[in-house]
């Protein structure tokens, strides 16, 4: 089999990463028996800042072309916030109705978690945050600007179809895996959202009798995660909440280098894209600082949405041998450098 | 000076916890020569199950008239979720202007925090949670309902003048503090909130030239708290974010146990209200595990909040040294019951 993929490194850390991520794909593709045909397309802050160019018609039909796409990380502080943010990561999102981002929680073996006592048997949960609406669809409006009396209004947006196809998801996940599927919402206050997200779970989840469902307010969720993240299964939430709650998902895993994503198109209509969930981090591009698990564990779960499920294994067995071996996960204190951590995983992927 | 107080002990484990905190307040006002006229309110599930009262304008004109208002928990499994919280305490921030939710999280020596190597001296901050406005006005609509294609929006106001009144209280704070003050918002995609609450911000700072002003997306927030408190000092926040942000800084202080807040009225139109941040643990209700703590904390808010900051600085002192002593802040692991902390408590600010 053959897969064409498509490659934006983005800015920053973010062509470091896919460096190691590709070292990786490369030796999988052999090892696995399957080929990997790579396009590589610029985008990003300093894109832009050259070009003017976000997201648009002509890139959205190349990307379209493609199995799926491998992203870096986006952002540069010569670029306002959230110009990148909207113009590019959330076009895309929606333009390509990538529905679901899912977000595995998973504390690896040998990984110092700022969690105390906490260990991986305890840790193995996946977030799925609905990916195209609630608060980000961008509605609002700001009446009496530059007056005292101003009013600014904030819109979260949510449909039954938007909901129902991102619940559907959670469930045969849930399904698959432990049985628990837990709705992360603030439904004592947020009323007319949270009654149809509820709604919809309840509708869904009566084709699942097998999964056991579970309700948590968010602000809950951020007193019970860090500390007992054994409670969960699969979290389902919306787009806001899903933002918030990942990255604190992300600390109890051990910090953002090892934390992986996914946002899935499910109806086959567009590529899915797969990201490391760090920024770009200027601050430190270049130096070799930068941890490529994220990026490294993306890619698996790009390559188990091909359906090479086995190679996608095999790669997150030998991000685990390395991430066992690695005293600190990023930062002036790595005793390897991004390089030599995708040259040990690859190393890994053929003689395991 | 004779301060007039009504204590509503509310349902659960609230009533245990504000016994300990009178136990506290009983005490400092003979030590520090005040007194306190303590009218209790019957108020909560059980009240609402049996009359159908919540919030009203009888009760709303009798709480008035007093200087303060000590709030237990509310909350019971036999009432639907969002009933008590929309119907009364919610009703109460708003009636009585309460702008200011004041929450400090800060790590008392002894107490074991679930984050691992973090100091009490790396953990002394304050968030400043809007709590008026924003999400919480419960403005919202759905059309379509039972149908496929229903559509459910919630909206999120925000006021200059709202948000404008606790900015002021966060910069006077910061400026009487470490001088450092972080808003936190998600405005690069909360367009329309986020860019007043920034222009706020920056309009009220330039009064404050001494005041280092810091930016930080909630998302990141929620990165960054559990594992560098030392970067925040003053926190401001809204509605919304300010509830999550703050349970996390409840895992951070070491639990919902010791975590207390003020409900700040700031122009003395009606009482504040100062309450424990735990709710009303049904569980555990009855068995003495509740930690008083919190409420007692809460107490001592109330005291500083009146003037009276001796006593209330001999309190927090005192519920330090107990908790110096304690093994488990709560639960069936505790080796003193909810009566005996508070007792202590009460002990250490008469020897102090
Ligand atoms: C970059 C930004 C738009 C994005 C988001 O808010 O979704 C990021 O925080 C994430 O979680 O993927
Ligand atoms: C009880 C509930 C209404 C409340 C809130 O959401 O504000 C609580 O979570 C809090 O943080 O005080």
Not at 186 to 195: D, P, Q, S, T
Not at 330 to 348: F, W, Y
Request: charged content about 20%; some cysteine; aromatic content about 6%.
């Amino acid at each position: 089999r053959t897969y064409s993929i498509a490659v934006i490194p983005g800015d920053g850390i973010g062509p470091e990463v896919i460096d190691g991520a590709l070292k990786v794909l490369t030796v999988a593709q052999r090892t696995f028996g399957f080929s990997l045909e790579l396009t590589g397309y610029e985008a990003g802050a300093q894109h832009y800042l050259r070009t003017g160019e976000l997201w648009n018609e002509q890139l959205a039909g190349q990307l379209r072309s493609h199995d799926a796409i491998l992203f870096g990380a986006m952002g540069d502080p010569a670029v306002e916030p959230g110009i990148l943010e909207r113009g590019f990561i959330l076009a895309m999102r929606q333009a390509f109705e990538q529905a679901v981002n899912l977000r595995p929680v998973k504390l690896y073996p040998g990984v110092d978690t700022p969690i105390a006592g906490l260990t991986p048997e305890r840790c193995d949960l996946v977030i799925v945050r609905e990916n195209t609406e609630g608060a980000y669809v961008g509605q609002g409006s700001t009446i009496h600007a530059n007056t005292p009396n101003t009013v600014a209004i904030q819109e979260s947006v949510n449909t039954r179809q938007g909901i129902t196809r991102v619940v559907e998801y959670a469930f045969k996940l849930a399904a698959s895996r432990r049985k628990k599927l837990t709705l992360c919402h603030k439904k004592n206050i947020l009323v007319e959202a949270g009654k149809l997200w509820q709604e919809v779970v309840d509708q869904v989840g009566a084709r699942y009798p097998q999964v056991q469902l579970d309700y948590v307010h968010v602000d809950a969720m951020c007193f019970h995660l860090p500390v007992s993240p054994e409670r969960f299964d699969v979290v389902v939430t919306d787009n806001l909440f899903g933002d918030i709650i990942t990255d604190l998902g992300a600390v109890i895993q051990g910090g953002l280098g090892v934390a992986a994503s996914a946002n899935l198109n499910l109806d086959g209509s567009a590529p899915s894209m797969f990201e490391a969930i760090h920024g770009s981090a200027p601050d430190i591009a270049g130096k070799g600082w930068a941890n490529p698990v994220g990026a490294i564990l993306s890619a698996a779960m790009l390559l188990a949405h091909l359906g090479e499920e086995q190679a996608a294994l095999a790669i997150e067995a030998a991000a685990v041998g390395v991430l066992q071996k690695l005293p600190a996960l990023a930062g002036p204190d790595m005793t390897m450098s991004t390089g030599q951590i995708a040259d040990a995983v690859a190393e890994l992927v053929t003689t395991n």
